[in-house]
């Protein structure tokens, strides 16, 4: 069964391009969802570039053309939207964001905040209490035995860390995740979990605008570092709320499915469950393993700036092209054994965070997360069993799921 | 084809071949050299592929960028004059026989 159906198609019809392999896969759908490594194999195994006839898109799914586009910003722009919707012919859904959705060199600018309020230096700042509050998240699910690993932990232990470190009100903090859930959703098509989306949006949106606004920033989380550049003269007074915006937006859901990925495949890999319990200090690369085997950012958009020439086909100016994450980190062209979630694996390169100028900016942040949740697991954890059905979650851009009940015993 | 050598903390030299257009960061994971983790894959983001240039060879690698200089300090072992980030280092012809000095860690 799809979420979507024919009469959504943004474009009416065209045809395939010449030479261009094209399929009638929806990545959008729930089909999709559901597996789409199935799909993902098709994709990529069609060609390096393809055309997706249902919302007539390019579309590439191997990791070389992956890597490429995400690495050639000037011509494969994000100021057209990072979505399906093209900015230059239909009005953002919001105001565009000025980091992800733009290009040099006005991103240069704005990354080089971020890049400052989440960098290394600021992580060091952060980490004995995130390492702190994930151990004593395990203790307290330890003595409950069995629980729910989406709620119970992948959602609780960032919600217990990251409002904080940005320096939010304790009021209206449950508006983060639906906000998030509805910004990933607005980057798929129009259908139904897009407009339904953006139909419930008001209240999320009124909460996140006016927590941007340095007033209702604690002095010395992220919020207010974004602030303080407007002071230093890097960036303008309004420009410091679509900053701080930019980490409401992309900061929470995310590490949330991350720190699900990585308890699912523990707790259907125990073998690797038990290489991290005779290493602990495997944490880090068990979570980045995580990352690449189920990428949580399953696809973003990019727009053509002119005609160009992509493995041996012909793309016109203003096409959209659809890059599939999540096959190519699974690409056997790029991965020995793909299918397998191995810990011990040399995870650099994968495009779980992307690559290229847009790399995900708070990469460190959402690692020091799952570094310390998987640490915390690794020590104090003998077991993980699913006890339960495990359901998906259903979003355009983010994989996750709904539920994982689990019980797990003390090491 | 330059090739290149990482000295390990220990004193452990590993010398290897880098292709053309390679970072010295490439040429490591490529043949997995540890202690060489390179988080971000190479885009100047994570400081996880830092390097001490050896005395001899500080001239030559390209100039340093202002990310590459703010994210060194922030690595996880001791900044020194001769730190840089090896996915920074492209690794030219003039580079043949470049000596780099693993840190004691990355992270």
């Known amino acids: ?411 | 084809m330059p090739n290149i050598t990482f000295v390990h903390p220990d004193g452990r030299a590993q010398r290897i071949d880098a292709s053309d257009g390679e970072s010295a960061m490439q040429t490591a994971t490529r043949h997995d050299v540890s202690g060489i983790l390179a988080e971000c894959g190479g885009n100047a983001m994570c400081a996880t592929c830092h390097v001490y240039v050896d005395e001899g060879w500080l001239a030559r690698p390209p100039a340093m960028g202002d990310d590459e200089d703010a994210l060194l300090d922030g690595a996880a072992a001791e900044r020194r004059a001769n730190s840089r980030l090896s996915c920074q280092i492209n690794l030219a012809a003039d580079l043949d026989g470049l000596i780099l000095n693993l840190p004691d860690r990355q992270l």
Not at chain 1, 148 to 160: F, G, I
Not at chain 1, 167 to 184: C, D, H, I, M, T
């Open chain 1, 1 to 411: 069964m799809s979420a979507t159906s024919r009469i959504d198609s943004a474009t009416p019809e065209r045809s395939a391009p010449a030479g261009v392999p094209h399929l009638d896969v929806d990545p959008f759908s729930t089909e999709f969802f559901e597996d789409p490594h199935r799909i993902h194999d098709l994709l990529r195994e069609a060609g390096p570039v393809v055309w997706l006839e249902k919302w007539a898109v390019y579309g590439v799914a191997r990791y070389a053309e992956v890597h490429g586009v995400l690495n050639d910003p000037l011509t494969f722009c994000s100021s057209r939207g990072v979505g399906l919707s093209d900015f230059a012919k239909e009005k953002p859904w919001r105001p565009q964001s000025i980091i992800l959705e733009a290009d040099p060199p006005a991103h240069t600018r704005t990354r080089a905040v971020l890049a400052q309020v989440l960098s290394p230096t600021a992580m060091k700042g952060v980490r004995e209490h995130f390492t702190a509050m994930a151990t004593a998240k395990v203790d307290e699910l330890l003595a409950r035995g069995s629980f729910d690993a989406v709620a119970d932990l992948a959602e609780a232990y960032p919600l217990s860390v990251f409002p904080d470190a940005m320096g939010l009100k304790q009021e209206g903090r449950e508006n983060l995740l639906p906000y998030a859930s509805l910004v990933f959703n607005a980057f798929g098509p129009p259908n139904q979990l897009r407009q339904k989306a953006i139909e419930r949006s008001a209240p999320h949106q009124a909460y996140v605008a006016a927590q941007c606004q340095r007033e209702n920033l604690t002095p010395g989380g992220f919020g207010a570092c974004i602030h303080a550049r407007a002071d230093a003269g890097d960036i303008t007074a309004e420009e410091a709320p679509l900053l701080v915006r930019s980490l409401l937006s992309a900061g929470l859901d995310t590490t949330v499915n991350g720190i699900g990925a990585a308890v699912y495949c523990l707790a259907r890999f125990p073998d690797q469950l038990a290489r991290l319990r005779s290493d602990p200090t495997l944490a880090r690369n068990a979570f980045e393993e995580a990352i690449r085997f189920e990428s949580p950012v399953q696809t973003f958009f990019r727009t053509t700036t002119r005609e160009v020439e992509l493995a041996g086909h012909r793309i016109g100016e203003g096409e959209k092209v659809l890059m599939f994450l999540g096959a190519a980190n699974r690409d056997p062209r790029r991965w020995e054994n793909p299918d397998r979630y191995d810990v011990t694996r040399r995870t650099s390169g994968h495009v779980g965070f992307g690559s290229g100028i847009h790399m995900c900016v708070g990469q460190l942040l959402a690692r020091v997360e799952g570094e310390v949740m998987l640490a915390a697991i690794a020590r104090k954890v003998a077991s993980i069993e699913i006890t339960g059905p495990v359901k998906r979650r259903y979003n355009n851009t983010l994989r996750g799921l709904e539920s994982l009940p689990i019980t797990i015993s003390p090491a």
